[in-house]
T-cell receptor, first 114, second 111 residues
Framework: DSGVTQTPKHLITATGQRVTLRCSPR?????VYWYQQSLDQGLQFLIHYYNGEERAKGNILERFSAQQFPDLHSELNLSSLELGDSALYFC?????????????FGSGTQLSVL | DQQVKQNSPSLSVQEGRISILNCDYTNSMFDYFLWYKKYPAEGPTFLISISSIKDKNEDGRFTVFLNKSAKHLSLHIVPSQPGDSAVYFCAATNSGYALNFGKGTSLLVTP
């Protein structure tokens, strides 16, 4: 158990809909990262938050947004969903920020857009 | 643009033998490299890492080798065990930035 909690584990929805994925980082971790794993792309970095502030953006679509709340949990909002958004979404946390920190991953949310 | 490449989607090795997983990268600014291991229905877990100032790091049965001139790193598992069967992700970073992952190599260790 990594200590990172993601909910829900599975989500099935229709095209055009909006969903929210939730992540609770390990106790004491200030950084939260979101990654998307699709079948042919591996793990793609989406966005990084540190102590409530956005620190870096990766390949995140404009239809997607995220935030980190004062209690350090984070939410990833996906809107106007398309079939291609079907993927496994991982959240990871670390104590600080900086690439040399090893990340602790949650078990992911499997999103299926039908 | 995939900056970290794992060109072998899968690898099968007999128990007790050596497993060698390879990874190439294109960004010469990367200065820290990591390997993560992922079992089905779980998130990736950290396995081993290496700084660009080193060419080898060893942790038990796992050794990572870095060849900066070739922009290549490899993970050696000796001896391989059935419990090592998992997907292995290579990752790289330029300090202060998020990890760039490869697509993963699925390792199967057969008895």
């Amino acid at each position: 158990d990594s200590g990172v909690t993601q909910t829900p584990k599975h989500l099935i929805t229709a095209t055009g809909q909006r969903v929210t994925l939730r992540c609770s980082p390990r106790s004491g971790d200030l950084s939260v990262y979101w990654y998307q794993q699709s079948l042919d792309q591996g793990l793609q970095f989406l966005i990084h938050y540190y102590n409530g502030e956005e620190r870096a953006k990766g390949n995140i679509l404009e239809r997607f947004s995220a935030q980190q709340f004062p209690d350090l949990h984070s939410e990833l909002n996906l809107s106007s969903l398309e079939l291609g958004d079907s993927a496994l979404y991982f959240c990871a946390s670390s104590i600080r920020t900086g690439g040399n920190e090893k990340l602790f991953f949650g078990s992911g949310t499997q999103l299926s857009v039908l | 643009d995939q900056q970290v490449k794992q060109n072998s989607p899968s690898l099968s090795v007999q128990e007790g033998r050596i497993s060698i997983l390879n990874c190439d990268y294109t960004n010469s600014m990367f200065d820290y490299f990591l390997w993560y291991k992922k079992y089905p229905a779980e998130g990736p877990t950290f396995l081993i890492s290496i700084s660009s100032i080193k060419d080898k790091n060893e942790d038990g049965r796992f050794t990572v080798f870095l060849n900066k001139s070739a922009k290549h790193l490899s993970l050696h598992i000796v001896p391989s065990q059935p419990g090592d069967s998992a997907v292995y992700f290579c990752a790289a970073t330029n300090s202060g930035y998020a990890l760039n992952f490869g697509k993963g190599t699925s390792l199967l260790v057969t008895p």
